[in-house]
T-cell receptor
């Protein structure tokens, strides 16, 4: 079974609008971390935001927030006030307490329309 | 400024050549990873290392080997390059423990095998 599922291969959003990128995960660990990365066309992976499994509050970092629903095993990324520079691939990832490995989804390509 | 560097951004090799991809990190991280990224498939783990001279196979190790003689350096080796190894290769590192420790990525190497 896939550890991380991103069901939206591509998304479009109007500039200045908000957009939600979906991510669901599968783990039997009680302790885990969830990450979102941005990959512009240049190729480098940029860390955006982190959510711990025991965090009671949703994580926020500037225009990025994470809608964490533990019972549903979802960790959706919300980007508010989209900018043209937000056009990129976005990857959701998980790290379990047991083990050193990170698990990545297949990514969502976001295009911001002027 | 923490950094993961990769020896080449772009590489063109011929079928059958031995190819070395080098990765160096300056964060004193125990864990290092090699991923392959292909459109629609996300990041797939080739190998990772959790200590000097230690390595573990990832999801797609066939056709690859790795070497970690020093903590800061992790090399990916294609013993006999084939056209189906044309891809983007990403190196990453992370601290050993803690679900909140994200991975730091290098800029990637776009390898073309002719």
């Amino acid at each position: 079974a896939q550890k991380i599922t991103q069901t939206q291969p591509g998304m479009f959003v109007q500039e200045k609008e908000a957009v939600t990128l979906d991510c669901t995960y599968d783990t039997s660990d009680q302790s885990y971390g969830l990450f979102w990365y941005k990959q512009p066309s240049s190729g480098e992976m940029i860390f955006l935001i982190y959510q711990g499994s025991y965090d009671e509050q949703n994580a926020t970092e500037g225009r990025y927030s994470l809608n964490f629903q533990k019972a549903r095993k979802s960790a959706n990324l919300v980007i508010s006030a989209s900018q043209l520079g937000d056009s990129a691939m976005y990857f959701c990832a998980m790290r379990e307490r047991a083990g050193n490995q990170f698990y990545f989804g297949t990514g969502t390509s976001l295009t911001v329309i002027p | 400024d923490v950094k993961v560097t990769q020896s080449s951004r772009y590489l063109v090799k011929r079928t059958g050549e031995k190819v070395f991809l080098e990765c160096v990190q300056d964060m004193d991280h125990e864990n290092m990873f090699w991923y392959r990224q292909d459109p629609g498939l996300g990041l797939r783990l080739i190998y990772f290392s959790y200590d000097v001279k230690m390595k573990e196979k990832g999801d797609i190790p066939e056709g690859y080997s790795v070497s970690r003689e020093k903590k800061e350096r992790f090399s990916l080796i294609l013993e006999s390059a084939s056209t189906n190894q044309t891809s983007m290769y990403l190196c990453a590192s992370s601290a050993k423990s803690g679900t909140d420790n994200e991975q730091f990525f290098g800029p990637g190497t776009r390898l073309t095998v002719l």
